[in-house]
């Protein structure tokens, strides 16, 4: 058997794309250095990596992460999410089983907010 060890973002500034997910995570720091920054996953899942590369960012993501408010509706955590430093994309509402926002972090790297009630998906 095999597992996910960790999913790795590449970004000019670890540091400070690590203090956005640590935020809009509220995981803890795993390592920390000027070139590498990476988060604990509580559950013991898959840590979240941020590597330094000299290049920047030019075409959509192959990868990105989906996340899933618990405690409180999309609305109010796309509003969190922008007062964090995220930007709405697009709102992505073809399917009414699984409307959900295409956002992009500080960095234009993006994620998707998807509802609350989509525990399985």
Do not use: Q
């Not at 509706?73 to 964090?84: F, G, H, K, T, Y």
């Amino acid at each position: 058997m095999t597992v996910i060890h960790g999913i790795v973002v590449d970004c000019a500034n670890p540091i400070e794309l690590g203090a956005f997910w640590h935020e809009v995570l509220g995981w803890e720091y795993r390592r920390y250095s000027e070139g590498w920054v990476s988060l604990r996953n509580p559950d013991g899942g898959p840590h979240l990596g941020f590597d330094r590369v000299p290049e920047g960012k030019t075409v959509k993501n192959r990868v990105h992460i989906d996340i899933r408010p618990v405690d409180r509706s999309r609305d109010e955590e796309r509003a969190r999410l922008e007062s964090l430093g995220a930007t709405v994309l697009r709102l992505v509402d073809d399917n009414p089983d699984d409307p959900h926002e295409i956002m992009a972090d500080p960095e234009g790297n993006e994620f998707c907010l998807v509802e609350p009630g989509l525990a399985g998906t």
